[in-house]
């Protein structure tokens, strides 16, 4: 799937270089005085690419091996066109900023500390050279194009897409509908943990089932239960995910208790707790009985429920006589769902001829209530009976052995060219990572991602394009107040991604985004091909530095959530490419961008 997948951010990349390669601000101040007739040579060749782009894309998507090859190869060539025209772009900032008396006052770093000395005619010779390769690598794979034969299919402007509205959350859209159709799972579950309210013994109970099918929606409606809160003395809630370290499990659950403790078997002891571990993968038995060993220290009748998609994982864990294995949706429900997500009015609802198809979509599902949401968000911008047909035709039926990701692929495909790479970036994130979504907004700017459209400010516009990545079910558990569209800053919005989302943008974007969260010492653990780099880890200043300068050269975005007490190093090769630094609560632009987080 990651290979297949990572092609599918080409388009938006080349996109971006098109629009850098026709700045009016190279032009301006002169960077590309002597390269003038490669420039108009290149601004030719990339529309000339980006027509047949998506065309180029499903034929990879049809295991077309060589055409994978292709667009693997105009990837990487993509990204040194996009390096190259952001020197130009920073030489002419550096420019502009000296002819208007601004060199050191373009934000809080230093343009100079920025930007190498430049003397004019070795950085038109550098310049010039990196022009040609990137030309050269161009030529040939145009050729190769042509013999390829691809579709002409231009992809829509930036200026025809109309953005979608929404009057609620999606959560809170289909809240009705998952308390009715999880009743029963609900109230079978409530009696099992009511039950074991004299067990001396720690009860856990898991419930496990094909990712998308709802455990973590039937878990919180579990965990809002009137008779659970007015049971259990203790309510706490974890999400694990990939990192099962009893260390800092025990300290997650410390933090949701809120209750001053600073041990695991203080919060708990003498208290009836109930502790859901939300998305559990540990198949390590050590590991388990080293955090139950904390946990046994509550009240008669405490209980641990867990959520996971690995039977293996369930059985290791269950005390009760087996775990609660969570089946599909029924196929009424799945219908409701599609039709809320599919439709934006009532007067649509009552359009026969794809009233007609929602059954047939319903079975493409498979039970799952986040595949009917995707699914059906994404028909909900086609119009006509034939769009629906052709999104029916190309979507695979869920199944046991795939699981939901080809319908939540497809979702992903029939995004526009900038959506997907605003989306795909988002697997620089660990899975389940609170999000805050301004400083998400100015990484899509700082990286270049949003695209002008009708003079609005790039804030603005990333506004829109996050509120249709969530309308479509892209985005979860947005909290914080809604913001408006006249000012980024005017609230604190935060936001999650479903694992299974997740995974989607993931393997669009291959190894280019790494979130890094285990401990290491040594720079080989660092990955050669990342682009954007999450960081979690405990590794040393020191450590870090060399390995950000001798390994990463091609470091665009670097996210460190913890604060260093030495400074981190930006400089030679990672100098001229990051566009992005965020260390724990601060966050870094380069100075085209430092504009905008002052306006």
Same mark, same amino acid.
């Given at each position: 799937?990651?290979?297949?997948?990572?092609?599918?951010?080409?388009?938006?990349?080349?996109?971006?270089?098109?629009?850098?390669?026709?700045?009016?601000?190279?032009?301006?101040?002169?960077?590309?005085?002597?390269?003038?007739?490669?420039?108009?040579?290149?601004?030719?060749?990339?529309?000339?690419?980006?027509?047949?782009?998506?065309?180029?894309?499903?034929?990879?998507?049809?295991?077309?091996?060589?055409?994978?090859?292709?667009?693997?190869?105009?990837?990487?060539?993509?990204?040194?066109?996009?390096?190259?025209?952001?020197?130009?772009?920073?030489?002419?900032?550096?420019?502009?900023?000296?002819?208007?008396?601004?060199?050191?006052?373009?934000?809080?770093?230093?343009?100079?500390?920025?930007?190498?000395?430049?003397?004019?005619?070795?950085?038109?010779?550098?310049?010039?050279?990196?022009?040609?390769?990137?030309?050269?690598?161009?030529?040939?794979?145009?050729?190769?194009?042509?013999?390829?034969?691809?579709?002409?299919?231009?992809?829509?402007?930036?200026?025809?897409?109309?953005?979608?509205?929404?009057?609620?959350?999606?959560?809170?859209?289909?809240? !009705?509908?998952? +308390?009715? %159709?999880?009743? #029963?799972?609900?109230?079978?579950?409530? $009696?099992? *943990?009511?039950?074991?309210? @004299?067990?001396?013994?720690?009860?856990?109970?898991?419930?496990?089932?094909?990712?998308?099918?709802?455990?973590?929606?039937?878990?919180?409606?579990?965990?809002?239960?009137?008779?659970?809160?007015?049971?259990?003395?203790?309510?706490?809630?974890?999400?694990?995910?990939?990192?099962?370290?009893? !260390?800092?499990? +025990?300290? %997650?659950?410390? #933090?949701?208790?809120?209750?001053?403790? $600073?041990? *695991?078997?203080?919060?708990? @002891?003498?208290?009836?707790?109930?502790?859901?571990?939300?998305?559990?993968?540990?198949?390590?038995?050590?590991?388990?009985?080293?955090?139950?060993?904390?946990?046994?220290?509550?009240?008669?009748?405490?209980?641990?429920?867990?959520?996971?998609?690995?039977?293996?994982?369930?059985?290791?864990?269950?005390?009760?006589?087996?775990?609660?294995?969570?089946?599909?949706?029924?196929?009424?429900?799945?219908?409701?769902?599609?039709?809320?997500?599919?439709?934006?009015?009532?007067?649509?609802?009552?359009?026969?001829?794809?009233?007609?198809?929602?059954?047939?979509?319903?079975?493409?599902?498979?039970?799952?209530?986040?595949?009917?949401?995707?699914?059906?968000?994404?028909?909900?911008?086609?119009?006509?009976?034939?769009?629906?047909?052709?999104?029916?035709?190309?979507?695979?039926?869920?199944?046991?052995?795939?699981?939901?990701?080809?319908?939540?692929?497809?979702?992903?495909?029939?995004?526009?060219?900038?959506?997907?790479?605003?989306?795909?970036?988002?697997?620089?994130?660990?899975?389940?990572?609170?999000?805050?979504?301004?400083?998400?907004?100015?990484?899509?700017?700082?990286?270049?991602?949003?695209?002008?459209?009708?003079?609005?400010?790039?804030?603005?516009?990333?506004?829109?394009?996050?509120?249709?990545?969530?309308?479509?079910?892209?985005?979860?558990?947005?909290?914080?107040?809604?913001?408006?569209?006249?000012?980024?800053?005017?609230?604190?919005?935060?936001?999650?991604?479903?694992?299974?989302?997740?995974?989607?943008?993931?393997?669009?974007?291959?190894?280019?985004?790494?979130?890094?969260?285990?401990?290491?010492?040594?720079?080989?653990?660092?990955?050669?091909?990342?682009?954007?780099?999450?960081?979690?880890?405990?590794?040393?200043?020191?450590?870090?530095?060399?390995?950000?300068?001798?390994?990463?050269?091609?470091?665009?975005?670097?996210?460190?959530?913890?604060?260093?007490?030495?400074?981190?190093?930006?400089?030679?090769?990672?100098?001229?490419?990051?566009?992005?630094?965020?260390?724990?609560?601060?966050?870094?632009?380069?100075?085209?961008?430092?504009?905008?987080?002052?306006?």
């Amino acid at each position: 799937m990651a290979e297949l997948m990572a092609t599918m951010v080409v388009g938006p990349l080349l996109s971006m270089v098109k629009e850098k390669a026709s700045s009016y601000l190279l032009q301006q101040y002169k960077v590309m005085e002597g390269m003038e007739e490669q420039h108009e040579i290149l601004k030719r060749k990339l529309p000339a690419i980006l027509d047949v782009i998506a065309d180029a894309e499903e034929q990879a998507a049809k295991h077309r091996e060589g055409v994978k090859a292709w667009l693997e190869v105009l990837r990487k060539v993509a990204y040194q066109a996009n390096d190259v025209f952001d020197e130009f772009e920073y030489e002419a900032l550096r420019r502009r900023a000296k002819a208007k008396g601004q060199y050191k006052k373009l934000g809080s770093m230093d343009v100079i500390k920025l930007i190498p000395t430049h003397n004019r005619i070795v950085f038109r010779y550098r310049m010039g050279n990196k022009l040609r390769m990137v030309l050269n690598a161009i030529e040939v794979l145009i050729t190769e194009m042509n013999a390829f034969r691809f579709e002409f299919r231009p992809e829509p402007p930036m200026s025809s897409m109309k953005w979608r509205k929404t009057d609620s959350k999606i959560s809170q859209l289909y809240e !009705d509908i998952a +308390a009715e %159709s999880r009743k #029963e799972d609900k109230q079978a579950i409530v $009696n099992r *943990l009511l039950a074991q309210a @004299s067990n001396g013994d720690l009860t856990v109970l898991p419930i496990v089932g094909m990712g998308g099918l709802g455990k973590t929606t039937l878990a919180q409606l579990i965990y809002n239960d009137p008779e659970i809160q007015k049971h259990f003395q203790l309510l706490l809630w974890v999400c694990v995910s990939d990192n099962f370290d009893v !260390d800092s499990l +025990a300290k %997650s659950i410390v #933090e949701a208790a809120g209750k001053g403790k $600073n041990e *695991l078997k203080e919060v708990v @002891s003498g208290h009836r707790y109930l502790l859901v571990l939300d998305d559990v993968w540990n198949r390590e038995a050590s590991k388990w009985e080293a955090l139950k060993s904390y946990l046994r220290h509550g009240a008669s009748g405490s209980s641990v429920l867990t959520t996971t998609r690995d039977q293996e994982v369930a059985q290791l864990m269950a005390t009760t006589e087996k775990p609660y294995d969570l089946k599909s949706l029924n196929d009424k429900f799945i219908k409701e769902i599609i039709q809320r997500s599919a439709f934006s009015s009532e007067q649509e609802k009552r359009r026969p001829e794809l009233l007609e198809m929602v059954g047939d979509i319903a079975k493409r599902c498979s039970g799952s209530p986040l595949a009917a949401t995707a699914l059906g968000s994404t028909l909900r911008t086609k119009t006509t009976k034939k769009e629906w047909e052709a999104v029916l035709s190309s979507s695979t039926i869920c199944g046991e052995e795939n699981g939901i990701l080809p319908i939540l692929k497809l979702s992903f495909n029939c995004l526009p060219p900038y959506m997907r790479q605003c989306f795909a970036f988002c697997a620089i994130f660990p899975k389940d990572y609170e999000i805050d979504v301004e400083m998400l907004i100015q990484l899509w700017m700082a990286n270049g991602f949003i695209p002008e459209h009708q003079g609005e400010c790039p804030e603005i516009t990333g506004k829109r394009i996050f509120k249709d990545l969530e309308s479509r079910s892209f985005f979860q558990d947005v909290k914080g107040i809604p913001f408006e569209f006249h000012d980024i800053n005017d609230s604190r919005v935060t936001c999650k991604i479903h694992d299974l989302m997740h995974d989607v943008a993931q393997s669009s974007m291959g190894k280019e985004c790494v979130a890094i969260s285990r401990k290491f010492s040594k720079s080989e653990d660092f990955p050669n091909s990342a682009r954007h780099l999450f960081l979690s880890s405990c590794l040393p200043e020191d450590a870090l530095n060399a390995s950000l300068e001798k390994v990463c050269p091609g470091i665009q975005t670097l996210i460190c959530s913890r604060q260093y007490e030495k400074d981190i190093s930006v400089n030679g090769d990672l100098q001229r490419s990051v566009r992005a630094l965020k260390i724990e609560g601060g966050l870094l632009l380069k100075p085209k961008y430092l504009r905008h987080l002052r306006e």
